[in-house]
């Protein structure tokens, strides 16, 4: 908030008496919303009116407009103080919810807004970014597990077998005990600071002879033994378990279009209770209001519109609009920052965003420019958040909590931090419409979620296919609980769940070392076979490559079944650069094309 030091006389004024309203906005906010009225002048009306609820439609109808017109040129401080609207002071406490302890408020008034310039630069904000790996236990994901600890990145596992699980990967690795097909299992606790996930769960496939303590036959693949199914069924592990990890991690995650915070875009709409936090409460005579203008978007839809009158008369110099707190605090700690759409005025403004359900406390800001008439989407980074507590940095405030906002305030003020000035200040008349909030993935975005599948999950209904040619996955769906439809249903979800992922279809999986030249391919055509070793490497580069991103890929070797692949231990081949191979992927291609294909007339 800003603050200035004033000497006010307070004049006589009469007191507004709220009347609650009712709205359908988001349900964790409280139900009383701001429906200011625009004034005419700066001093004849209070400055709160709590009417008509959220209804955008209805929001003018019983309001007069504010007239920019009156006030095109500049309005100049006057030699003796102006009258202070009480009544809008207190209105103002009552609104938020949140006056400050008499002591607090008495220093609020009094302490003046320069000061000293801050001589160190704020702390960086610090973020996590926990890989968790299901299927932990399995052929791939053992693997990935080791290769990540390697690399010293943060891994959390989800296992089912606790105690299976600590002789495998160790007893001081992070876990959580789960199965993906009981959702009551999955606790959200759980899953805190999981920022990307690396899913090797899958259904067990084992001989009907059955097989030894170390899976021998199994690790020879299912086309050296009779298979069956143990265990859960395909449809609990690749569908239903599938829906209920998407289900857990997906907020902590993020999505690839980021999260709507406040605003409207297209059909969707989430509104916020926001009011006017003036200089009044200093003392000054600044007036700004919130409504909606229903057809002032970009499009013709509807949109926020923050405006008003500022003055530096009785020495202040600010308006502003801010959210009551959040009954809930809001969590995009997946996301790194937010992203404002607005039509800009030419003015500097600044975005307050608090995690302290405090009245005066410190808010995390950052100011932005607007170019005049022109719609924009300006970004904020999270790193760029300045904590400020009335206009001055303050060097020992904690690094930004994107986990727990509370609320939000929009600002335009003649003054920024430290001592500075607003460059693009001026007295009068100003508006800013926003038309949304949303947190947002920096670019360029890379895979949050990488799923291990299999490659013919599209084949077994596929037309015309001689199934005597297909790996036995394909010519036993049925028989095996149709484990590639349920497969292909559950990457299904994965494409629609909106996070950035990278599905991935071995072929064949075997023991042999990693090494052999590899073929990429799309489209569900290619058999052979390849490395766990290998996949396990692919699904660790797959999340830093954006190149990767929402991409459906099939992988093998060159080698042939009927020829083993080795690796000299003492003069192994150089690692790869997979990047190269996920730049010749395409977007939307998955093999299901052929079945959305009309037929060809004739």
């Known amino acids: 908030m800003e603050c200035i030091s004033c000497s006010t006389k307070l004049p006589s004024s009469s007191f507004l008496n709220p009347r609650a309203s009712s709205s359908p906005i988001d349900r964790r906010f409280p139900k009383k919303v701001l429906q200011p009225g625009l004034l005419s002048s700066l001093r004849s009306k209070p400055f709160i009116q709590l009417n008509d609820g959220l209804n955008p439609f209805a929001y003018r109808q019983r309001s ?74 399995g052929g791939v994901g053992r693997r990935v597990v080791d290769i990540l600890c390697k690399k010293g990145l943060p891994v959390r596992v989800l296992v089912r077998n606790e105690e299976k699980a600590r002789k495998m990967l160790g007893p001081d690795i992070d876990m959580i005990v789960g199965d993906i097909t009981k959702e009551s299992t999955l606790v959200p606790e759980y899953f805190k600071g999981v920022r990307k996930v690396i899913n090797a769960a899958s259904v067990i496939v084992g001989p009907k002879e059955g097989d030894t303590p170390e899976r021998a036959k199994y690790s020879q693949g299912i086309k050296f033994f009779e298979p069956e199914i143990k265990g859960d069924s395909p449809e609990m592990v690749e569908y239903i378990g599938m829906k209920n990890l998407i289900n857990s991690v997906k907020e902590g995650v993020g999505l690839r279009n980021g999260k709507l915070i406040y605003g409207f875009e297209g059909s969707l709409s989430r509104e916020l209770p926001w009011g006017a936090l003036d200089d009044v409460v200093m003392g000054g005579v600044s007036e700004s209001t919130f409504q909606v203008d229903p057809t ?79 719609w924009q989407s300006i970004r904020l980074p999270f ?88 790996p036995p996955a394909v010519r036993l769906n049925k028989e095996l609980g149709f484990i590639l439809t349920f497969k292909l249903k559950g990457e299904d979800l994965i494409r629609e769940s909106g996070m950035p992922y990278a599905i991935v279809r071995p072929c064949a999986l075997t023991e042999e070392p990693a090494g052999a030249d590899l073929i990429f391919d799309q489209g569900d055509n290619i058999t052979g076979k390849v490395s766990r070793e290998e996949i396990a490497r692919i699904c660790i580069a797959a999340l830093e490559s954006p190149y990767a991103c929402d991409k459906t890929f099939e992988v093998k070797s060159v080698i042939p079944f009927s020829e083993p692949f080795s690796v000299d231990p003492e003069n192994p081949p150089p690692e790869k650069d997979y990047n190269l191979y996920f730049k010749t992927l395409k977007d939307g291609i998955t093999g299901k094309e052929i079945f959305e294909q009309s037929p060809v007339p004739l």
């Open 64 to 137: 007069s407009y504010f007239s920019l017109r009156t006030y095109k040129g500049h309005i100049y401080a006057e030699a003796k103080m102006q009258p202070w609207d009480l009544g809008r002071f207190f209105s103002t406490l009552y609104f938020f919810n949140g006056p400050p302890t008499p002591a607090k408020f008495f220093e609020f008034l009094i302490e003046k807004l320069t000061g000293p310039t801050a001589s160190e630069p704020p702390k960086a904000m610090e973020t996590s970014g926990i890989v968790l790996v299901a299927g932990a236990t």
């Open 296 to 374: 002032g978007g970009e499009n013709g839809g509807p949109t926020g519109l923050f405006k008003g009158v500022v003055s530096t008369a009785n020495n202040g110099g600010f308006t502003s609009i801010r959210t009551r707190n959040f009954s809930v605090p809001e969590d995009v700690s997946a996301y790194d920052g937010l992203a404002l759409c607005l039509k800009g005025d030419g003015h500097r403004y600044k975005l307050i965003v608090r995690t302290s359900s405090d009245w005066d406390t410190v808010g995390y800001t950052a100011s932005f420019d607007t170019v005049d008439g022109q």
């Open 383 to 470: 790193s760029s958040l300045r904590p400020v507590f009335r206009a001055r940095t303050v060097l020992d405030a904690p690094p930004f909590d994107p986990s727990k906002i509370l609320s939000l305030q929009l600002m335009f003020s003649k003054f920024e931090y430290d001592g500075k000035l607003n460059p693009t200040f001026v007295e009068g008349a100003f508006q800013l419409p926003i038309s949304s909030i949303r947190a947002y993935i920096k670019d360029p975005i890379t895979p949050r979620f990488v799923h291990v599948s299999s490659a013919g999950v599209t084949r077994p209904e596929r037309p015309g296919l001689d199934l005597s040619k297909q």
